[in-house]
């Protein structure tokens, strides 16, 4: 009633008196997980020929999936009967035996098939040259995000809702009188309580085990005694990755776009269904026609967190010069040209900022894109070009003069170094979002924007600058049309960070003073140049480019920097 609670005055003063306005309690858990790894493996080397060495082995990986010592995890199960939405199938299922439970100590199938062989070969085809190679299946583990608390809905929580507030007192209780106590304790096994909400499903086939193919093939040769130089090709490819947010159980066909404005019509009852052409879901639906068509209309979102649907592509071309210790000097340079294309950026699975659904859980083709750096680093993601050099130089002063004083002072320098350069590292176009709202029809977790044909992705900057550059053009996207998924891709080559330059140096000093004692002097220079590496661009279109407060935001701005500034030490040690 409008006039009653246009009564209850000032929030502040009802938080003076304490009284409760609303408030609900969850039963507290401290759910104890249990799962183990078992390995085992046998290898060998056999000599063939004198030129030709062969080695080979087998490792079986068996991993015991999550389970709960008391079973208190709870799941959706797509064939479990729901009371609460006229028995349809989907429902709240609970671990365990007996009565209003479903007979299994864990969600997840255990993966008996965890074989992974491995074959290598290396062949002398000369004195000089050496030609190597090798192939091998590896099985990663079913990592659990556990600081993300796992459902446990019934079994192992129950959250208690205090009745509505009262009209006559204007308040639930008083915050000196304490809560309420809860009178339902877990475990309430109603295969109701998630109803209308998201809920996670931990799906059998999800056991098992994420698995990768390895393989290289490496020529190596002898330039000098001290010089050696190495090609090889690397490759590998993921397959069964966990990718939890790409798999939603809830997510309708996208043939029903056809439907166009009537998906956003609202169903009350039965007569609004048949008004429509819609077959009622159960009795009690209440909701729109696109959430009547969901396979599951009694529930929002169904994701499996632990879903091993992820897959990943490397291949590389390697480079590398070793020399050793040659009149003073060394060095080691290497430089890798390479492509890794990926459904999945997050090494648990979670998505980070490149992945965070799937435009269409059945076809997962399309979040097919280069590897996104989700730590925004310069740690991961795909950096086609990447050269890494590292060296050291004892100068020659000592031997150009003669005198013993003089050869203290000049004598016993060296100047060690690590150069490191690569191209950016892929963006995504930020998915945040649906452009032409397929998140409330499709229940999709992303959204994709149309590709403007002859446009350039990348603005021509030539002196990019935080705060007054736009590096990407908005002119390149544009919305797709109502109820038509964008033909966008979700990263594109153009679509990088800025490259990366850094030049870290150490210059040292040994003096000898006895036998076995010494001073060593040392300075480092961290960023040498002094380089500035800026923040990754803004990514996300609908963000119009704008200025605002005299700066640059919105689509394609950037602001500070990510690397440090030049930083340098000095240390002296003694050392005996």
Known sequence: DSAIYSKIGSEFASFLLGTVGSASMNSDVSLAYRSSDW???????????????????????????????????????????????????????????????????????????????????????SDKTVFRGGFGVVYGRLEVNTFDPIQSTGSGSVTTSYPAIDPVTQYVFLLDDGFPPVNVRPPVLDPTLLNNQGISAFTPESGRLPRIYNWNFTIQREITKDLTVEAAYVGNRGTRLIAGYLKNLNQNDFSVLSMGDKLLEQINGPADAERLGIPYPYPGFTGSVAQALRPYPQYQGIFDPQATVGESNYNALQLRATQRLWHGLDYLVSYTLSKNITTVDDAFGWGGFGVLGAVDTKRLSLERGLAVDTTFTNSRGDRTHNLVASFGYELPFENLVESKAARHVVGGWRIAGILQYSSGAALPLSPYGWPNNLGSVIFNNEGRLDIVPGQPIRNQVDNPWPGVSFMLNPGAFTDPKPYTLGNAARTYGDLRSFPWFQEDVSMTKQIKLTEGKRLELRVDAFNLLNRSIFNDPNTYVPDTPRIQGGRAVGYGSFWGRKNIERQMQASLRFIF
């Not at 085992?40 to 015991?64: C, E, M, S, W």
């Not at 079973?71 to 797509?78: E, G, K, L």
């Open 39 to 125: 390995t085992f493996y046998a290898q060998d080397d056999f000599k063939v020929t004198p030129r030709l060495t062969v080695n080979y082995g087998l490792r079986y990986d068996l991993h015991i999936p999550l389970s709960e010592k008391y079973d208190r995890i709870s799941s959706f199960v797509p064939d479990l009967p729901n009371p609460g939405a006229g028995n349809r199938p989907g429902a709240l299922g609970f671990l365990g035996n007996g009565a209003g439970r479903v007979g299994r100590r864990s969600w997840l199938d255990t993966d008996y098939k965890g074989f992974g062989p491995r074959v290598g070969a290396a062949f002398k085809m």
